[in-house]
Nanobody, 126 residues
Framework: QVQLVESGGGLVQAGDSLRLSCAASGRTFSRGPMAWFRQAPGKEREFVAGISWSGGITYSADSVKGRFTISRDNAKNTVYLQMNSLKPEDTAVYYC???????????????????WGQGTQVTVSS
C-alpha cells in the first residue's frame, strides 16, 4: 500500500508561482514513475506532468509546458510540481499519483496509476 499526501496549494493571483509537494510512504518509492493530474469543476481529470523514477524522463501537458516543472527527491520520497506564471485556467484540484508496478516508462493517463493522493486545491484569480 502506498500513501500519497499533497501540500502547497492555495489562492494566488495570475502570474504568481506555487510549488506543490507530494510525500509518499508505504513501500519502495524510488523505483516507479510519479505524476501530477488536475481536475477542474465540471471537467475530467487531466494529466499535468510525469517523471520517471530516475528523474531523467519527464512529460508535461501542452497547456503547462514552459510554465510547470516536475521534479523528485527520492531520498525524501517526495515529488514536486513547480508552477510559474499561473493562469486562472490552472484553477483545479491537483493530485499526485503512483503506479502499483515499478516501471521505467511514464504513463500519461489515469489508468496508468493505482495510488492517488487526496488532492490540494489551487485557485488562481485574475
Amino acid at each position: 500500500q502506498v500513501q500519497l499526501v499533497e501540500s502547497g496549494g492555495g489562492l494566488v493571483q495570475a502570474g504568481d508561482s506555487l510549488r506543490l509537494s507530494c510525500a509518499a510512504s508505504g513501500r519502495t518509492f524510488s523505483r516507479g514513475p510519479m505524476a501530477w493530474f488536475r481536475q477542474a469543476p465540471g471537467k475530467e481529470r487531466e494529466f499535468v506532468a510525469g517523471i520517471s523514477w530516475s528523474g531523467g524522463i519527464t512529460y508535461s501537458a501542452d497547456s503547462v509546458k514552459g510554465r510547470f516543472t516536475i521534479s523528485r527527491d527520492n531520498a525524501k520520497n517526495t515529488v514536486y510540481l513547480q508552477m510559474n506564471s499561473l493562469k486562472p485556467e490552472d484553477t483545479a484540484v491537483y493530485y499526485c499519483a503512483a503506479p502499483l508496478q515499478s516501471t521505467t516508462t511514464v504513463p500519461i493517463s489515469s489508468p496508468g496509476y493505482d495510488y492517488w493522493g487526496q488532492g490540494t486545491q489551487v485557485t488562481v484569480s485574475s
